[in-house]
Structures are given as structure tokens and as C-alpha cells.
């Protein structure tokens, strides 16, 4: 994809036209009804503000490997609100990052252009992701920790509180935490609030199918010099996006061997959900195998899935947020959180625990719960 000037004048990814469409971005008149209760897809959202060939082969791709998701179901406010503010507040997207640039240099009191970006690198466990949730175990001194535990139900105490059910039995709390993912949540809060589990069961998934494939470096002509590549949708075509796993981290292949990650099915691809493993590791196989220049079978392959992977922002989730939030909201103790309203990344789910935390100590501080 186009990091820069030249490389978006040069990328083969947009014809020419589409290459000037997006230079009359900053020209283009910003949607004044763009709000609640007018929801615009992300896909309408990149086709009116950079043009057809961008939302088509650029945006779309995009929504892929971020939400396994489709720009044309996805809502632009829910999606991607940073860019949704941008035309808001500056009435184009070029007109609003030039304007934060400019900002961050201004306030810099002196600093060099550089000194006022932060800068971001990928991270990752020795491990693997497995590696942080052991590390928050081993620092959780004094806390009782309950592993495969599922809950059954969850329920509220006349004299305030919750119980919640599991297979071991019952047990009081004074305040809830709750983040898994929203189709769990609304099948364990039935009995809590009724009407909640119900705007909860209204979120849409994307279920995925993900493939580990290792290779000896010799099978591979791509060098695997990136993080990786996004899949443009296309018939047929079920592969979301593959990570060149050893090329990011030290650790994840021995010597010599080369270890990605595909990532599959979405919701453009639902209908392949159904298929066996066999059968999506062997098209998943055939289709990786010109983008990576394979030759021979991979020496492993590791795969699993899950049906409910991605919540979908579509252009009910804000209203949907809103009622869920404003129900748990008047149940006292109980915070909501996971990647179905905070965002899908680990980073925001990090964050939203975060700010979860802070609630609970301020209610306690305070004597709210």
C-alpha cells in the first residue's frame, strides 16, 4: 500500500484515475448529516471522500484485516471514528491530519518534528500472546484466580450485589466486571437484565478460521521483509490477510524455517465456515502459495477456529452501545467491557480494562458501590 507521495503516484493498486480522484479528497465537500440516526458504511464513507477505486481495492481491504468485516455493512462512526472526527471537525481528512501535524509541532514548546511523534513498534511475549495474560497472572499477588471456570448465569441479590453461577456452584459479589464477547454476555446476563441480553445478541460476529503453516526458508521465493499482506476481496477467495510471523519476532520458527499466519473466512466468506479443517487449510494452501512463491507442502500446519471472532460495528452499533451502556449503567457495580464496544484491538481492549479499573477504584473511593 502507498506510504508516501511517490509510492501512491506509482502503486499499481489504483488506476490513474483513481490516483487523481484521491488528490481532490481535500476539495470534496464534507456530509453535514453523516450523524446518529443517518449512519453511513465505511465503504460510502471512502467512496464519497476518496473515490470508488480507493474504497474498492484500498478501504475494503482494509476492513478485511482489521474487522474480517464488510465496508459496505460497516458504520464509518462506529468503524473508524478517528477518520469520521477528522471530516467533522476539518471537512477533510488531509485538511484534518495536516492540521494535527501542525498542532503537534506548535505545542511542541521547541522540540524537533520528530521529538513530537510517539513512536510505535510491534511487541509481543517470547511466548506468544499466551505470554500476557500469564505475566498479568504472576503479578495478581493476593488474587483468588479461577481458570476454566465457565459461567453459567449471572444474577442480582435483593441486597445488592450479583451471583454468579458456574459449574463448581454460586458465589456473591459486590461488583461485576464483564468482557468477553458480546454474544457470551448476553447469554449469561439473561436473568441479570433481559432487555440487556437482548441489544447484546443484536451484535454481529465475523467467524474465522486461522492457519499456521511453517516452511524451510528454501520453499519461499518471497523474502518475507513485511509484516505481512491484507487480501483484496475477490470470488472465491477466502484468505483475509497472512502474517509473516518469523519475520517479526524472534522465536516463533527454528533456524532456517519460516513460520506465517493466514488469517480466513470473515463475514464476505461465511458461507466457507462450514467447510471441514482439511478443506480450508487446503485452500487456504492454494491460495497463499502464488502471493508467497511456495513450492512443496508446508512441514506443519496448525489451524483453529471461532464463530464468534470479530464483533461487526455496523450501523446499529453506537445506538446498540448506547442502550447497553445506559442499562448496565444503572445496575450498580456492574462495568462492561471487552472488544465489542471499546474497539477491536488489543490496544483498546488494554485500554478499556484500563479505564474499567479506574471506575472501580473511584466508585470504591467514593462509596458509589
Sequence with gaps: APQGLLSA???????????????????????????????????????RRLGKYAAQNLISTLVGG???????????????????????????????????????ISSSDGCTRAQTHKHYELISSKRGMNGLVSALADKCSGVSLRYKTPIETISSVKSGGYTVTTPDGK????????????????????????????????????????????????????????????????????????????????????????????????TRNRQA???????????????????????????????????????QYDIWHNTTKTAVNNIAGALAGLYIGGNSFGGVSMSDCVLTSRNIADRIFFDIKCGTS
Aim: hydrophobic share 45%; aromatic share 10%; glycine share 8%.
Design 66 to 104: 482489521i474487522y474480517a468485516g464488510n465496508a459496505h455493512e460497516l458504520s464509518i462512526r462506529a468503524a473508524f471514528p478517528h477518520l469520521y472526527e477528522l471530516e467533522k471537525q476539518y471537512g477533510s481528512l488531509v485538511r484534518g491530519m495536516l492540521a494535527k501535524m501542525f498542532s503537534a
Design 273 to 311: 465456515f462450514s467447510l471441514s479443517d482439511e478443506e480450508l487449510q487446503s485452500t487456504i494452501y492454494e491460495q497463499v502459495k502464488p502471493a508467497l512463491g511456495v513450492s512443496g507442502q508446508p512441514e506443519f500446519i496448525s489451524s483453529f477456529r471461532t464463530e464468534y471472532a470479530l464483533p
Design 9 to 47: 503516484i506509482t502503486t499499481p493498486l489504483l488506476p490513474f484515475s483513481g490516483k487523481l480522484r484521491m488528490l481532490l479528497e481535500p476539495f470534496i465537500l464534507a456530509n453535514k448529516t453523516n450523524d446518529e440516526g443517518n449512519e453511513e458504511s465505511v465503504f460510502q464513507f471512502a467512496e
Design 171 to 266: 458465589q456473591n459479589f459486590d461488583m461485576l466486571a464483564i468482557c468477553c464477547n458480546a454474544n457470551d454476555m448476553a447469554a449469561i446476563t439473561s436473568e441479570l437484565s433481559k432487555e440487556m441480553s437482548q441489544q447484546l445478541s443484536k451484535i454481529a460476529f465475523a467467524p474465522v478460521f486461522v492457519c499456521g503453516m511453517g516452511f524451510d526458508e528454501l520453499q519461499l521465493a518471497h523474502p518475507l521483509d513485511a509484516f505481512g499482506y491484507l487480501a483484496a476481496p475477490k470470488d472465491g477467495r477466502i484468505v483475509l490477510g497472512t502474517l509473516f510471523n518469523s519475520a517479526l519476532f524472534a522465536g516463533r520458527a527454528p533456524e532456517g524455517k519460516a513460520l506465517v499466519t493466514v488469517i480466513a473466512v470473515g
